[in-house]
């Protein structure tokens, strides 16, 4: 009886700290790479906040982070010129990169980009996210608009 309960706590308390881990991971600038391609727009001033209250649930079909862009859809590089990369959802327009082909999975980087979006058709870019959890791992194999 007194292992189960120790075993149960150690799971508890890898949980927690597992849990910790990714929230603490959430609010920081995760590894990327992409040909440099420079800003088609720069970055548009923060919105103003409103007086209207705003609703706490998140909304996915709203988000304009790359981790939820999907094959047809467009992407917008409003990172610094000759900088990292700061890719958003926008709509597909002059100065955007329509994604081609997403490689879900682990990826070892720029080596591995390439060589994946190598195998499709008319990509001109690519992007790479590169987390400590591999299955959040992603390739983007773009082409500029």
């Known amino acids: 009886m007194l292992a189960v309960l ?13 849990l910790y881990y990714l929230r603490s991971q959430d609010g920081s600038s995760p590894s990327t790479a992409a040909t440099s391609p420079a800003p088609g727009d720069p970055p548009t001033a923060a919105p103003q906040p409103s007086a209207e209250p705003t609703s706490t ?12 862009v999907k094959a047809g859809q467009c992407v917008r590089n409003v990172g610094p010129a000759n900088g990292q990369p700061k890719l958003v959802i926008a709509p597909c327009g002059a100065g955007t990169y329509q994604v081609l082909r997403r490689f879900d999975g682990a990826t070892s980087g720029e ?30 194999c773009l082409k500029s608009r």
């Open 57 to 68: 649930e998140p909304t996915v079909e709203s988000s304009t982070d790359p981790r939820f």
């Open 111 to 140: 080596k591995d980009a390439e060589a994946k979006c190598a195998k499709v058709e008319g990509y001109t870019n690519w992007y790479f996210f590169n987390s400590p959890l591999d299955t959040l791992d992603f390739v983007l």
């Open 6 to 18: 120790v075993t149960l706590a150690v799971l508890i308390c890898g949980g927690g700290a597992a």
